[in-house]
């Protein structure tokens, strides 16, 4: 069975620092993996994805994610936070493209 | 590009009734996907179409829960015989074919309250 672990429900961090969102997944296989960004009353937003090509991913607004195939980690990282960051992040996993399984998500807090 | 939408965004039921939910995808979109999403969970695979072909179904969706998409445009979500368990938001999503297929697009959602 896939399953996808988020560690940490809420992270706060300080403006201009550094954001790290951990993830990690059980797959048999390289999955295709995922990090969604949901803002308040707002529908669920694709940050960026790995689909086996390079282990490095960029996406939108800043943030990237590195695939680690040894550790089946990947964490979602920003240099230097915004205000404009605060969100619920979701980490993804699908072993085929067909089914999507998510983590329970990681409230982000960004301080002042 | 319009985006997802869904209908209706809330939804109060008693138990025992049985609702419907519509979501029109991203116009061309050829998967369509449903989700549910409970307080501090992330969102739960329920289905997912290609065109008109309902395609997999989660082993957690009960006999009560049915889709379709008749066209391969819009889709409903019905659920009978409602339940407070069946508590929560039903997410729909799309994507297109080819090097965007695992590209979800995802609507605001329907929140169903069962009373």
């Not at chain 1, 803002?39 to 086996?52: C, E, I, R």
């Not at chain 1, 695939?67 to 993804?92: G, N, V």
């Not at chain 2, 739960?44 to 065109?51: I, R």
Request: charged fraction near 20%.
């Amino acid at each position: 069975a896939q399953s996808v672990t988020q560690l940490g429900s809420h992270v706060s961090v300080s403006e201009g620092a550094l954001v790290l969102l951990r993830c990690n997944y059980s797959s048999s296989v390289p999955p295709y993996l995922f990090w969604y960004v949901q803002y308040p009353n707002q529908g669920l937003q694709l940050l960026l994805k790995y689909t086996s090509a390079a282990t490095l991913v960029k996406g939108i607004n800043g943030f990237e994610a590195e695939f680690k195939k040894s550790e089946t980690s990947f964490h979602l990282t920003k240099p230097s936070a915004h205000m404009s960051d605060a969100a619920e992040y979701f980490c993804a996993v699908s072993p085929t493209g067909n089914q999507f399984y998510f983590g329970t998500g990681t409230s982000l807090t960004v301080i002042p | 590009d319009t985006g997802v939408s869904q209908d209706p965004r809330h939804k109060i039921t008693k138990r025992g009734q049985n609702v419907t939910f519509r979501c029109d995808p991203i116009s061309e979109h050829n998967r369509l996907y449903w989700y549910r999403q409970t307080l501090g969970q992330g969102p739960e695979f329920l289905t997912y179409f290609q065109n008109e072909a309902q395609l997999e179904k989660s082993r957690l969706l009960s006999d009560r829960f049915s889709a379709e998409r008749p066209k391969g445009s819009f889709s409903t979500l019905e659920i009978q015989r409602t339940e407070q368990g069946d508590s929560a938001m039903y997410l729909c999503a799309s994507s297109s074919k080819r090097e965007r297929l695992l590209e979800q697009y995802f609507g605001p959602g329907t929140r169903l309250t069962v009373t």
